[in-house]
T-cell receptor, first 108, second 114 residues
Framework: KNEVEQSPQNLTAQEGEFITINCSYS?????LHWLQQHPGGGIVSLFM???GKKKHGRLIATINIQEKHSSLHITASHPRDSAVYIC??????????FGTGTRLQVFP | EPEVTQTPSHQVTQMGQEVILRCVPI?????FYWYRQILGQKVEFLVS????????KSEIFDDQFSVERPDGSNFTLKIRSTKLEDSAMYFC????????????FGPGTRLLVL
């Protein structure tokens, strides 16, 4: 069983829609990371969370430590948001354990 | 803004050949990592490195793999005798300090073993 599960695996949306991507994990963690992988393969860190909620522009990330669950929200989605969004957790050591990613396509 | 760089961006090699993938972490970072992503699969941890020593390595990181920080800037991953299954995208990452911090990823090296 994967330690980090994401849903959905694929997501399509119309421009302007509100998007939610979910991440559940089964292990104790010190932090959870949301990353974005562009079509060319590069990985960019979006958020690092230990508790609560963080916001950056149109992106919002929340985490519920008790429920071992995190969500990434995109408000007013845009075609340039099309990418793979990856949830990764950090345990006692600082290696990252990755989910399989959610492929998002936003159409104009 | 400082960034992690990797060279080459693409490498094609024959099975059994040695390859060296190079990374230049962000200059004041102290913790370094290699990850890999086989096509269509999730990213996997290979190794972490701090203070000129391996901190942790995964089961994937067997005797065919080695890492080195030969000077103050470069961080290399060597695969001694490549196998077909080593074909993947290899990402280097670095972070500044101990504890929970953002890891900054390089653009990756796409390795194809024929």
């Amino acid at each position: 069983k994967n330690e980090v599960e994401q849903s959905p695996q694929n997501l399509t949306a119309q421009e302007g829609e509100f998007i939610t991507i979910n991440c559940s994990y089964s292990v104790g963690i010190s932090a959870l990371h949301w990353l974005q992988q562009h079509p060319g393969g590069g990985i960019v860190s979006l958020f690092m969370l230990s508790s609560g909620k963080k916001k950056h522009g149109r992106l919002i990330a929340t985490i519920n430590i008790q429920e071992k669950h995190s969500s990434l929200h995109i408000t007013a989605s845009h075609p340039r948001d099309s990418a793979v969004y990856i949830c990764a957790v950090e345990r006692n050591t600082d290696k990252l354990i990755f989910g399989t990613g959610t492929r998002l396509q936003v159409f104009p | 803004e400082p960034e992690v760089t990797q060279t080459p961006s693409h490498q094609v090699t024959q099975m059994g050949q040695e390859v060296i993938l190079r990374c230049v972490p962000i200059s004041n970072h102290l913790y370094f990592y290699w990850y890999r992503q086989i096509l269509g699969q999730k990213v996997e941890f290979l190794v972490s490195f701090y203070n000129n020593e391996i901190s942790e390595k995964s089961e994937i990181f067997d005797d065919q793999f080695s890492v080195e920080r030969p000077d103050g800037s470069n961080f290399t991953l060597k695969i001694r005798s490549t196998k077909l299954e080593d074909s993947a995208m290899y990402f280097c990452a670095s972070k500044k300090g101990q504890g929970v911090e953002t890891q900054y990823f390089g653009p990756g090296t796409r390795l194809l073993v024929l």
